[in-house]
């Protein structure tokens, strides 16, 4: 190995390390998986990127096992940024934003979206797409995973955004990804060499699988599993757009150096209602309810969440803007609820926004009140700092887990199903005794709004069950997902804990296609191998952190 690198470290500008720091740094993500790399390497420019490539081709037409996995802020939850061969990290140097238009930006794969988000809101733009990750992930990350957040329900997932996007493609070329119309795709088409064979190929396998492909589709507002072919070709208007493929593909396709995003214009007045519910059977028409009323999202954490915030107050007033004992004092309520044993099942946050805040406020009103008839107690929150409580539980919810619970950890395998909201009245009576039958403890967080749910179950450490209680449970709720015709993933992605199950979910014939665009791509299975195909579950199990 050690030549290897070295012949690695000849052909780039930056840097390569295998140091056991370093590799100890990248083996984990936010999964509950552990991967050693070989080695981690930093591109300066997408010359060395284009380098890397070319020789991983070589080595491997050469028969030696190499691989490269493209790597962000390394915040994914599914192992989808881990590999034990050479992790590419691109945060160092593919850092900056190149350019603002009057409604989008162009920015290198490796920008914090903290970073991007600093920048539009001065000129009072916003990529509304953000991950509750937001402080701590990167806008390539955000590509590869096709990330959504809080603004879903409003503004939709990253796929929205990408207008344009360069790739390193596996004959390390950079090629530039965007929609084509017909004429611009004959042309394409018409190349030699590599990219002339993609667009022809990719072209025959969407149209050639029409009707199969728009019909595979998951109904539900949002989906990160799968490679999303039924969104690449649109008959009707003749567009040709590969960007919807290579968003949401985990890096298994190729190398994301830059992204063109359209951004909104955000609205600027919102007003939250948050609702405390003890009976979770009540979420269906609660749900329903509120959305007759546009709101921009609604999310929601549970009692054990809340008794965790409520345990690490100092921690989460420590990260609020204000004098210390006015968030103090703004928490009385809570601390009041937690004293007398009144926390609820479930809290809802419910934001809606307007031009104004009149208009804000007026939405939010009617909101509230058309809850009446369920009993529950609701709050109309009056100012952006009280909501900021409530919003700063939820975003940091998964994180709390992660970082606070002793002797035990966060196992997130069951994490981001989504079933379509109308479903949950009969979806979720089903679930909850799957999970109590496994005698769990486990958190839910999530968008309810959108019928997508964040489940994590806390694992004990070293616990010998721990391994064979993934694998049951897991089966259980996703062939309950299935069977709702939900998908397993709403942003999270498929990753190391998921990919094996892309066959159940799509049906054989779907699978093959997915398994066909990777050969497109990737014939030597070059990037992020055993994600989204060629998935193992057993080297999966293999690698659990626990
Ligand atoms: C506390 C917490 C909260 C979270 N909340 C959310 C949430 O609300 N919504 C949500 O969608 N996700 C959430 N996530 C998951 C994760 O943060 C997001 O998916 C995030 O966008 C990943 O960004 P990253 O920079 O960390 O990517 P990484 O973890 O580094 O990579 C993610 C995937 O993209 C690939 N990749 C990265 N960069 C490139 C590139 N340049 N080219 C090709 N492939 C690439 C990697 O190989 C990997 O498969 C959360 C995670 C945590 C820890």
């Given at each position: 190995m050690a030549e290897i690198l070295k012949q690695i470290q000849n052909l780039i500008k930056g840097e390569i390390k295998d140091d056991s720091a370093t590799l100890g740094l990248f083996s984990t993500d936010a999964s509950f998986y552990k991967v050693w790399p070989r080695a981690v390497v930093y591109p300066k420019d997408v010359a060395d990127i284009q380098a890397v490539v070319k020789f991983a081709a070589q080595e491997k037409a050469a028969g030696r096992d190499i691989s490269l996995t493209a790597r962000g802020a390394g915040t994914d939850m599914s192992g989808g940024a881990l590999g034990q061969s050479l992790i590419l990290s691109l945060p160092k140097y593919f850092n900056r934003i190149r350019s603002f238009g009057q409604d989008f930006v162009v920015a290198e794969a490796g920008v914090f979206y903290r970073d991007l988000e600093k920048e539009a809101s001065t000129r009072n733009l916003l990529l509304p797409s953000f991950p509750a990750s937001k402080e701590i992930c990167t806008v390539g990350g955000m590509v590869a995973n096709n990330s959504g957040g809080e603004l879903n329900l409003q503004y939709g997932k990253t796929e929205r955004y990408v207008r344009e996007l360069k790739m390193v493609c596996s004959d390390g070329q950079e090629y530039l990804f965007k929609p084509l119309s017909a004429l611009e795709l004959k042309k394409k088409q018409q190349k030699d060499g590599f990219e002339g064979g993609l667009y022809r190929q990719l072209f025959e396998l969407v149209d050639k699988n029409y009707d199969l492909l728009k019909a595979a589709k998951?109904?539900?507002?949002k989906n990160s599993a799968?490679?999303?072919?039924?969104?690449?070709?649109?008959r009707q208007t003749g567009i040709f757009d590969p960007t919807q493929l290579l968003v949401g593909s985990q890096g298994t396709l190729g190398v994301i150096t830059e992204i063109k995003f359209g951004l909104v214009e955000p609205r600027l007045h919102e007003r939250l209602v948050v609702i405390f519910l003890n009976d979770l059977q009540q979420i269906p028409n609660v749900v329903g309810k509120l959305l007759k009323f546009n709101p921009q999202s609604i999310e929601s954490y549970d009692d054990k969440t809340f008794r965790l915030a409520i345990k690490l107050l100092p921690d989460i007033v420590a990260r609020l803007k204000g004098g210390i004992f006015k968030l103090l004092f703004g928490f009385l309520p809570e601390l009041w609820m937690a004293l007398t044993g009144g926390i609820p099942k479930l809290v809802l946050l419910a934001e809606f926004s307007g031009d104004s805040e009149r208009e804000a406020g007026a939405i939010a009103r009617q909101a509230q009140e058309s809850l009446k008839e369920f009993n529950l107690k609701t709050k109309l929150i009056d100012s952006p700092a009280d909501a900021e409580k409530y919003w700063i539980i939820r975003r940091e919810s998964f994180n709390m887990l992660r970082h606070h619970v002793r002797g035990m950890r966060t196992a997130p395998f069951i994490d981001d199903f989504v079933v379509r909201p109308e479903a949950l009245g009969e979806f979720l009576p089903k679930l909850y005794p799957i999970l109590n039958k496994y005698n769990l403890t486990y958190t839910i967080a999530g968008h309810v709004g959108d019928g997508n749910f964040h489940i994590i179950p806390l694992i004990k450490l070293k616990d010998p069950k721990a391994a064979e209680m993934v694998k049951n449970l897991g089966k259980e709720v996703y062939d309950l997902v299935f069977a709702y015709k939900g998908s397993m993933s709403g942003e999270h992605n498929d990753g190391l804990v998921r990919s094996h199950y892309l066959q159940q979910m799509y049906g054989p014939a779907v699978y093959k296609l997915f398994e066909q665009t990777k050969k497109i791509f990737d014939p030597q299975d070059?990037?992020?191998?055993?994600?989204?195909?060629?998935?193992s579950f057993e080297y999966s199990q293999q690698h659990l952190d626990i």
């Open positions: 998951p109904e539900v507002s799968g490679y999303y072919l039924w969104n690449v070709y649109d070059i990037f992020n191998p055993g994600k989204k195909v060629n998935s």
